[in-house]
């Protein structure tokens, strides 16, 4: 207060936050008392906000991991910003957001041949190797892992061949 002309002056950088926080108005209460005859009175001071404060997310970094089937328009929900302003006093935050592509499992296994062909002399020995079939699958994980299965085999040939899985291959 300059008591010369009666001007009420601030003193020190006014910041509505620090004196209001998130009320949405800010009134700071002052009394004016005056001497000769004494008179009291009170004056309130609305605090203006000014946009002075950038959105903040808790984290710098956001981590989430979703899955390769995701469809297209999937929503993922973040944790919100806060800005400590209020009303329209919105300026623009930035976080970075870390995404691991989780695997699906989505290929097949694919064989090395589309048809394999072998033969074997009918005076074969028991543990004759025939054929050795290979096939990948491009997923990861246990979604790669391959198990193979002799299929349409009738009852009387079900006995006469054997899958052995070969170790090295299966590396
Ligand atoms: C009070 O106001 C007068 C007139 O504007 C000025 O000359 C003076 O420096 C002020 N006093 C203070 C303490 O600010
Ligand atoms: C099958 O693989 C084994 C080991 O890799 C090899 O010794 C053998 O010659 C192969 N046999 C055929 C029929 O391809």
């Given at each position: 207060?300059?008591?010369?002309?009666?001007?009420?002056?601030?003193?020190?950088?006014?910041?509505?936050?620090s004196l209001c926080g998130k009320k949405?108005?800010?009134?700071?209460?002052v009394d004016l008392v005056l001497e000769n005859p004494l008179e009291l009175h009170r004056v309130s001071l609305h605090v203006q906000d000014?946009?002075?404060?950038?959105?903040?997310?808790?984290?710098?970094?956001?981590?989430?991991?979703?899955?390769?089937?995701?469809?297209?328009g999937y929503r993922f929900s973040i944790e919100e910003a806060h800005?400590?302003?209020?009303?329209?006093?919105?300026?623009?935050?930035?976080?970075?957001?870390?995404?691991?592509?989780?695997?699906?499992?989505?290929?097949?296994?694919?064989?090395?041949?589309?048809?394999?062909?072998?033969?074997?002399?009918?005076?074969?020995?028991?543990?004759?190797?025939?054929?050795?079939?290979?096939?990948t699958d491009a997923d990861k994980g246990v979604n790669g892992d391959v198990t193979y299965e002799l299929g349409h085999l009738s009852d009387d040939d079900v006995n006469a061949f054997l899958l052995i899985l070969n170790p090295e291959k299966s590396e």
């Open positions: 207060m300059n008591l010369s002309t009666g001007d009420l002056v601030t003193s020190e950088r006014m910041d509505r936050e949405p108005s800010c009134v700071v209460k000014v946009n002075d404060n950038s959105p903040k997310f808790k984290k710098h970094l956001i981590e989430m991991e979703i899955g390769e089937s995701a469809d297209k800005d400590a302003d209020i009303g329209q006093n919105a300026r623009s935050g930035t976080v970075v957001i870390h995404v691991t592509v989780l695997d699906a499992n989505d290929n097949a296994p694919v064989f090395s041949h589309s048809v394999y062909k072998a033969s074997v002399p009918e005076n074969s020995p028991p543990d004759t190797l025939v054929i050795n079939v290979s096939a």
